[in-house]
């Protein structure tokens, strides 16, 4: 049985959360809290598997006690976040602060909106009393340095990647590490719209490539990524032009859009000018199509368990032959870059 402590300033968020928590059969709520001062004394009293926790509270907000959190007693936490362009900061930092995962406020108890995103909420909470929580620790100088080299690039190269769960932070390592010639980096995160566009402008700031959310007719150019827009498939198409972005909402893959299926997918028929990496993430999105990049020449990899929050994406892709490589996170830029040079 998962135990789970939720705090929340408002009442009727805790007591909505805790009704739909106690339905599921392998989780129960043993305590809520409505401000941090009140988590505290109860994660020592009740000693809980994971905390959902409110960006927005009074006395303490929910980032200063969750950096609190992960330096003292680092464990998993999914943030209860208002998915708005207001929100999304605070959301991104909870993560890069060490946050497992986050999902929306309930904002409805109309009965197939609330059993559907109950469904969604007890997937996070699986899967983050399972996941690998790191604590907080200053981000050193050497983490953010590109990865040194004279590399020279094949004109026609593509590096492609695709994550879920604990991928915002993954991708945040391996691009602060590219060097600013990198080949075009295309991206399938798991994440809402509105998150998207925060999370690559954040990645923006932090690199010496350029990042964007993806637009319909980008063109991709040496130096530049490109991360798929929330709820919106990325695939790239050859054209006149180049190599250029194609955004579409068909139908979910995989129970996603956008998914990693759909872009790996879109660039089968160039495999032998991609080098792809699976990064953490649950389930399997994007495994058989990474199967189907390496089977057509791509170069392929996946990261491993150790340095993974959840060992499932990867994992998949492994097992059936996709990966050609485990890579801890630390050297996936590194092992990618050494894929895409001239030999």
């Not at 945040?172 to 798991?190: A, D, G, M, S, Y």
């Not at 990645?203 to 150019?221: H, Q, R």
């Amino acid at each position: 049985m998962i135990k789970v402590l939720v705090v929340d300033d408002s009442s009727l968020i805790r007591g909505l959360l805790t009704k739909i928590l106690n339905e599921a059969e392998d989780i129960t709520v043993v305590g809520s809290a409505s401000d941090p001062y009140q988590a505290r004394e109860l994660i020592k009293q009740l000693n809980p598997d994971v905390i959902t926790l409110d960006v927005e509270m009074p006395k303490m907000d929910g980032i200063s006690f969750l950096k609190n959190l992960m330096r003292l007693r680092p464990m998993p936490v999914v943030m209860i976040s208002t998915l708005t362009q207001e929100g999304a900061p605070a959301t991104l930092e909870a993560l890069e602060v060490g946050a497992v995962d986050f999902i929306s406020k309930p904002t409805s108890n109309v009965s197939n909106i609330l059993h559907s995103y109950a469904e969604t909420l007890f997937d996070k909470i699986r899967i983050a009393s399972k996941a690998k929580v790191r604590s907080l620790r200053t981000i050193k100088k050497e983490d953010q340095q590109e990865v040194g080299g004279n590399y020279r690039f094949r004109k026609e190269t593509i590096l492609a990647i695709g994550a879920s769960t604990g991928g915002t932070e993954a991708i945040r390592e391996v691009l602060t590490k590219l060097p600013h010639n990198v080949p075009p980096v295309v991206i399938t995160q798991h994440i809402p719209p509105v998150f998207s566009a925060s999370f690559a402008l954040r990645m923006d700031k932090s690199c010496t490539v350029s990042v964007k959310e993806a637009e319909d007719g980008d063109v991709l150019k040496f130096g530049h990524v490109f991360i798929a827009p929330g709820d919106k498939h990325l695939t790239i198409v050859r054209s006149s032009k180049g190599y250029v972005c194609k955004l579409d909402e068909k139908e979910r893959v995989n129970r996603h859009r956008p998914s990693v299926e759909v872009l790996f997918d879109s660039l089968v028929p160039v495999a032998k000018n991609v080098c792809a990496v699976m990064l953490t993430g649950m389930g399997s999105d994007g495994a058989q199509a990474l199967l189907r990049l390496r089977e057509a020449g791509a170069q392929t990899f996946a990261q491993d368990e150790k340095s993974s929050v959840v060992w499932g994406m990867p994992r998949a892709a492994y097992e059936i032959g996709a990966a050609k490589e485990l890579v801890p996170l630390s050297k996936v830029a590194l092992t990618l870059l050494n894929a895409a040079k001239i030999k």
